[in-house]
Structure formats: C-alpha cells, structure tokens
T-cell receptor
Framework: DAKTTQPPSMDCAEGRAANLPCNHSTISGNEYVYWYRQIHSQGPQYIIHGLKNNETNEMASLIITEDRKSSTLILPHATLRDTAVYYCIVRAISGNTGKLIFGQGTTLQVKP | DAGVTQSPTHLIKTRGQQVTLRCSPKSGHDTVSWYQQALGQGPQFIFQYYEEEERQRGNFPDRFSGHQFPNYSSELNVNALLLGDSALYLC??????????????FGPGTRLTVL
C-alpha cells in the first residue's frame, strides 16, 4: 500500500472552506484514495473515496491531481463539529479484505 | 439499528492480567476487524475475523487473540498485559467479507488502562 503524508495540524475559521492536503506520490494505478475522520472519543468515520476523478458527496469533496500523486479533501463550510483528526488512506480496491492502514492524520481545529 | 457496539466502555487492569473485549457488529455485517489506537496515534490493525476464522493479522504478538461467534459478534483477548497495551481498542464491521470500504463502520471503542 502506498504511503501518505499529511500536515499534522490545521486551523480553519467556522463557515469557511477547509482544505486538507494529502501527498501519496507512490500511489499505484489500482489504488484508491480514501478519507476517514475521527472525532474525539469516537471511532473513525468514512467520508469519501476516489480513484482519479473528483468526487463529491453530502459531507465533502475530493480533488485528486491529474498525476494522482496528491489530493485535497474539501469541507465547503466548516462547522465546529468538523473539528477532528482526518486520515488519508491509499489502498487497492480489489483483492483485499478491508484492512485499513492509518497514518498520523491531520488534526483540524475549526475556530469560531 | 444500533450500529457497532463495544463493551465495556472503559476497563482498568494491572500488568500480567488478562482481558476480554467484546464487539457486536452492525446488523447485516459478517466481518469484524480489531484495531489498537495508542494516545496520539492512528489506529493500528490487529486482526480480522470472517466466517469465524482469523483471516488477516497485523504485527501483533500472540498475546493478542480473538474469536468470532456464529452470530458474527467477536471477542478480543489480550493475555499477560503490559503497560504498553494501554490504548483505545476499536472494532469495525463490514458486510460481504469486508471488501467495500465505504461500508466499514467503527464502534466507539473500549478504553483499556493497564496499571
């Protein structure tokens, strides 16, 4: 599985967009980018995933660069409840059993 | 649907003791994975159970063992507890053998403190 690099922490003003970067320069062609988040004292929660096209759901948008070596998770209007640790994970979609390899993640602090 | 449930919520043990943690998967899920999360770190994969057998294992010693029951619930057992075993233990469940990531749900975890 490809390794990911994320900044350890970021701040964002409430109501503004939060842009969380992730570097995955060794990603392979059959590997997807997944994002999870973990709010304090809770288990991780799935946010979004993508292969090479930009993706959007009710929680966030995922922008993957054309060379797929990096991606950005966008929370369009951050709220205080979005304060959490965000994990970027790269994993092949086939031939696996769902094992997730977490790094250190980015601690996002949304401030009023 | 109660989602993934874990018990107990908190647990305090002393070095050398043994502990059993329990997990009930989300309704309709047949695969259970266990993770250990030390303070300030991301979760680390311990092992996964599917069809009542350990299917995949992370880099954890044999002191860590598990079981899955016919109703898909699971237990994590840790023998000869060490201070370093103090952590949040997370259970995650998924359907269809765990192949679909966005259908993997985590429980709230059990906080284990070893004194």
């Amino acid at each position: 599985d490809a390794k990911t690099t994320q900044p350890p922490s970021m701040d964002c003003a409430e109501g503004r967009a939060a842009n969380l970067p992730c570097n995955h320069s060794t990603i392979s062609g059959n590997e997807y980018v997944y994002w999870y988040r973990q709010i304090h004292s809770q288990g991780p929660q799935y946010i979004i995933h993508g292969l090479k096209n930009n993706e959007t759901n009710e929680m966030a948008s995922l922008i993957i660069t054309e060379d797929r070596k990096s991606s950005t998770l966008i929370l369009p209007h951050a709220t205080l409840r979005d304060t959490a640790v965000y994990y970027c994970i790269v994993r092949a979609i086939s031939g696996n059993t769902g094992k997730l390899i977490f790094g250190q993640g980015t601690t996002l602090q949304v401030k009023p | 649907d109660a989602g993934v449930t874990q018990s107990p919520t908190h647990l305090i043990k002393t070095r050398g003791q043994q502990v059993t943690l329990r997990c009930s998967p989300k309704s309709g899920h047949d695969t259970v994975s266990w993770y250990q999360q030390a303070l300030g770190q991301g979760p680390q994969f311990i092992f996964q159970y599917y069809e009542e057998e350990e299917r995949q294992r992370g880099n954890f010693p044999d002191r860590f063992s598990g079981h899955q029951f016919p109703n898909y619930s699971s237990e994590l057992n840790v023998n000869a507890l060490l201070l370093g075993d103090s952590a949040l233990y997370l259970c995650a469940s998924s359907p269809r053998g765990g192949a679909i990531y966005n259908e993997q749900f985590f429980g709230p975890g059990t906080r284990l403190t070893v004194l």
